[in-house]
C-alpha cells in the first residue's frame, strides 16, 4: 500500500503498511475525509513523521487524540497551527518549560514544528479525528499503528527519551524497554489534572540532561 510518509519511516514501517487492520484503517479514513469534516488536513496526518525522520528521533511526546477544533490541529502532539490560540493543556506545558528551564525564551506560539526538527516526535495515539467529536477515530485500527511505532523505536533505537503524560499514554508505553531508553511519567497537563503532578516534574531539564548523558545534542525547548 502507498502511504504518503516520510522515507526513512516508510522503510521502518513498510509491514505495517500491509496488514489487513491498515488496510481497513486507511478505507475508514478515506471514506470520512470524503463525507465529513475531518482534523487534521489530509496532508497532515502523518506530519509527525514527516517532520522527525525515524534515524533522528531523539524524544517521544505522546498525546491521544488531534484537536477537534476549527483549524487547531496540524498533526502533532499537543501542538496547534500558527495563529491559533494555544489551547490550555498547551499553556500549562508552556508554564512548567518556563519554570523547568527560566532561561527558555517564551514560545511566540502553540506551533511546535521547531521541536519535531531537533528530534521530538509529537505522536498521537489517534491520527485523526471527527470535527467536534473528540475520540470519534480512537478503535478504528490507529492505536494499533502508533503502538507499532512506539514498538520499533524501542527495539530499533537506543537512548530515546519518552514523555508519558497521564494515565492514557503511560499504558501504552508500557512496551518500551527502559533499559537503554528513559521514560519520563507525569500527570496530564490538562488543567484538570495538571495540579497533581504536572507542574514541578521537569521533563524538559530531565530530558536534556539524559541527551547530554549520551553524547546527544540537548533540545531548545
Known amino acids: 500500500m502507498s502511504v504518503k510518509i516520510e522515507e526513512s519511516w516508510r522503510k521502518v514501517l513498510a509491514a505495517e503498511f500491509e496488514k489487513p487492520y491498515f488496510q481497513h484503517l486507511i478505507t475508514f479514513v478515506r471514506g470520512e475525509y470524503a463525507t465529513t469534516t475531518v482534523y ?5 496526518i502523518f506530519h509527525a513523521f514527516d517532520a522527525c525522520p525515524f534515524d533522528q528521533v531523539k524524544v517521544v511526546i505522546l498525546g491521544q487524540d488531534p484537536y477537534h477544533g476549527k483549524g487547531q490541529a496540524n498533526g502533532l502532539s499537543f501542538s496547534v497551527a500558527d495563529g491559533v490560540r494555544t489551547p490550555p493543556s498547551l499553556q500549562n506545558i508552556f ?5 523547568d528551564i527560566p532561561t ?4 511566540a506560539n502553540g506551533n511546535l ?7 521530538v516526535l509529537l505522536l498521537n495515539a489517534t491520527l485523526t479525528v471527527r470535527a467536534k467529536e473528540p475520540g470519534s477515530h480512537q478503535k478504528k485500527g490507529w492505536e494499533q499503528f502508533t503502538d507499532a511505532v512506539i514498538q520499533r523505536i524501542s527495539d530499533e533505537k537506543e537512548h530515546v527519551v519518552f514523555i508519558l503524560w497521564g494515565a492514557y499514554a ?4 508500557e ?3 527502559e533499559k537503554k531508553h528513559l521514560v519520563i511519567r507525569s500527570a496530564h497537563p490538562s488543567p484538570y489534572a ?12 530531565k530530558t536534556n540532561a539524559y541527551l547530554q548523558q549520551h553524547g546527544e545534542k540537548p533540545i531548545e525547548w
Not at 527558555?104 to 514560545?107: D, F
Not at 503511560?170 to 508505553?173: A, D, E, L, P, R
Not at 495538571?194 to 531539564?205: Q, V
Open 95 to 99: 508554564k512548567e518549560l518556563q519554570d
Open 104 to 107: 527558555s525564551s517564551p514560545p
Open 194 to 205: 495538571a495540579d497533581r503532578g504536572f507542574f514541578g516534574s521537569r521533563p524538559f531539564s
Open 113 to 119: 514544528d521547531r521541536w519535531a526538527q531537533q528530534g
Open 40 to 44: 487534521p488536513p489530509g496532508p497532515a
Open 170 to 173: 503511560q499504558k501504552k508505553g
Open 175 to 177: 512496551v518500551i524497554d
